[in-house]
């Protein structure tokens, strides 16, 4: 048998497998979350359960040990970084932050969501998605999932944009019994957002 033969079959057949794989990933969605507490992990276990169940396939990243590069893999994205402290990032987004405003995200689509609190930081209430989405948008990316502002009593909002957040704001702090049917209710937007 021809050596070479079998060398050019085994590298057409290795790179139209990676293609399809690649292919398939992009199809897919990458969520990534980070969080400090547990309130932005269970947020986001609820909602891969929930696209699960409603046959959305969807990969799943701790952002404490995935580089931001990974995000670039996908050409959907759901994002989720609660607000920490003062209107800062959650430690491991932080951590990460100047990487993360560095990547071109020409060509994806995201949306956004994460916890925060309206009555003990009032001020500074969902700060974590205006921090990640404005620069997200900026670097070329499409922007989607954005939510009302008019549900909640807050005075001030980095993620603020006219009557609406850049993204879902949960608030466990004050108000859990509304978590799952707000993140039931952005699901099924965001899906058609995405086309899906």
């Known amino acids: 048998m021809n050596n070479r033969f079998v060398i050019e079959n085994v590298s057409h057949l290795t790179y139209g497998t990676f293609f399809k794989l690649r292919k398939?990933?992009?199809d897919k969605i990458g969520m990534f979350w980070g969080s400090n507490t547990g309130n932005q992990e269970e947020a986001a276990e609820f909602l891969k359960e929930f696209m699960d169940s409603e046959g959305v396939e969807m990969d799943e990243y701790n952002i404490a040990d995935t580089d931001p590069s990974k995000m670039l893999e996908y050409k959907r994205l759901i994002i989720g970084c609660p607000t920490w402290h003062i209107g800062e990032l959650?430690?491991?987004?932080?951590?990460?932050?100047?990487?993360y405003k560095e990547l071109d995200?020409?060509?994806?689509?995201a949306a956004f969501f994460g916890c925060g609190d309206q009555v003990g930081y009032s001020d500074n209430f969902l700060d974590a998605i205006g921090l990640l989405g404005k620069p997200f948008i900026e670097n070329?990316?499409?922007l989607i999932g954005?939510?009302?502002?008019?549900?909640?009593?807050?005075?001030?909002?980095?993620?603020?944009?006219g009557e609406e957040f850049l993204g879902l704001g949960?608030?466990?702090?004050?108000?859990?019994?509304?978590?799952?049917?707000?993140?039931?209710?952005?699901?099924?937007l965001i899906k058609d957002e995405f086309g899906i």
Do not use: V
């Open 90 to 99: 959650q430690d491991d987004w932080d951590f990460i932050y100047r990487k």
């Open 170 to 188: 949960l608030d466990n702090d004050n108000e859990e019994e509304l978590t799952e049917e707000r993140l039931i209710i952005w699901a099924e």
């Open 146 to 161: 954005r939510w009302p502002t008019e549900e909640y009593d807050y005075d001030n909002s980095l993620a603020e944009d």
């Open 24 to 26: 398939y990933k992009m």
């Open 140 to 142: 070329g990316g499409t």
């Open 105 to 109: 995200f020409s060509g994806i689509t």
